[in-house]
């Protein structure tokens, strides 16, 4: 029981970081039919930014203050990079988007120099008692943190003009620029969110003590299996595969040592992918994701 109410723990803290980097890929996917590929980038600069701010600010400052400025930083990278390829094809976008990962991780990068910069998290390796086990805060700060921003979303889409606009945008561009929707607004906004959702989750992937550090962006390529796992434009996939695959991979560290030799002694870090490889085999658009029949 104490061993599972860990494993659990771990894997629900580490997959809401993966949920949260998720919901960005298909919010802008959703908007605009393009995979960002520079969400890994806003993720290191949301974590950087953070690290400028929570000394003279203090970390429940700064964690807003670092999201809503990654928010910004995405929406230039919008207006600037992204914004003048529209109606190109989808693939063009993409390795633009490849382009902007790289240029704001160098310079990402730059800011982080050669000494220790930290998040300063209030919880650090603390834990709590829960169901007579020891569980880290953060872990459990992670989760809640996750299940306050998935709600504030849904409230967000159902019942706000740019939410319903959003959603109307993604179900049918034309008919929504007929109604009068601003698809560019959208495009905008979507970039946006996606900007401060993964400010928010590099923030916490650099919790816990550790280092805010130039390979931090690669948590965020676990967010590529989540989002096929879950499907490419289901924002309850995005979150419930998210978690699954968090836990799956603390389940997989957990007892690999129980594993055959030949696989190796880090099966924890490809379990994503595999994970992803079946996945597309049996449902090529994901658990939740809208299956599409085109007619020739």
Do not use: C
Request: glycine residues 10%; proline residues 3%.
């Amino acid at each position: 029981m104490t061993e599972a109410v860990q494993i659990l723990s771990r894997g629900l803290g580490i997959g809401s970081v993966y949920a949260l980097l998720a919901l960005g890929f298909v919010i802008i996917y959703k908007s605009t039919r393009v995979i960002s590929f520079a969400q890994p980038a806003f993720m290191l600069a949301g974590a950087v930014l953070a690290t400028y701010l929570v000394i003279p600010l203090g970390f429940f400052a700064a964690v807003p203050l670092a999201a809503l400025g990654t928010a910004a930083l995405a929406l230039g990278v919008e207006r600037v990079a992204v914004r003048p390829m529209v109606g190109r094809p989808a693939f063009t976008v993409a390795i633009i988007t490849l382009g902007v990962d790289v240029v704001v991780r160098v310079f990402a990068s730059a800011f982080i120099g050669i000494e220790l910069r930290q998040v300063r998290d209030p919880w650090g390796l603390k834990s709590t008692i829960i169901f007579g086990t020891e569980v880290q805060q953060r872990h459990i700060a992670m989760l809640v943190t996750t299940a306050v921003i998935v709600a504030a979303l849904y409230a967000f889409f159902r019942f706000t003009r740019m939410g319903l606009a959003m959603r109307a945008a993604a179900y049918d561009q034309e008919a929504a620029m007929a109604q009068g929707i601003s698809v560019g607004a959208v495009f905008a906004m979507s970039w946006a969110i996606a900007g401060a959702l993964a400010a928010v989750g590099g923030v916490f992937a650099a919790t816990g003590g550790g280092s805010v550090e130039q390979t931090l962006w690669i948590i965020a390529l676990v967010a590529l299996p989540v989002i096929i796992l879950g499907g490419l434009d289901s924002l309850l996939g995005a979150v419930l595969g998210g978690l699954m695959v968090g836990v799956l991979q603390e389940l997989v560290a957990q007892y690999q040592q129980y594993f055959p030799e030949w696989m190796g002694g880090n099966i924890s870090v490809i379990t994503p992918y595999v994970v992803m490889l079946l996945v597309l085999l049996v449902r090529p658009y994901g658990l939740f994701g809208t299956r599409e029949v085109e007619r020739v």
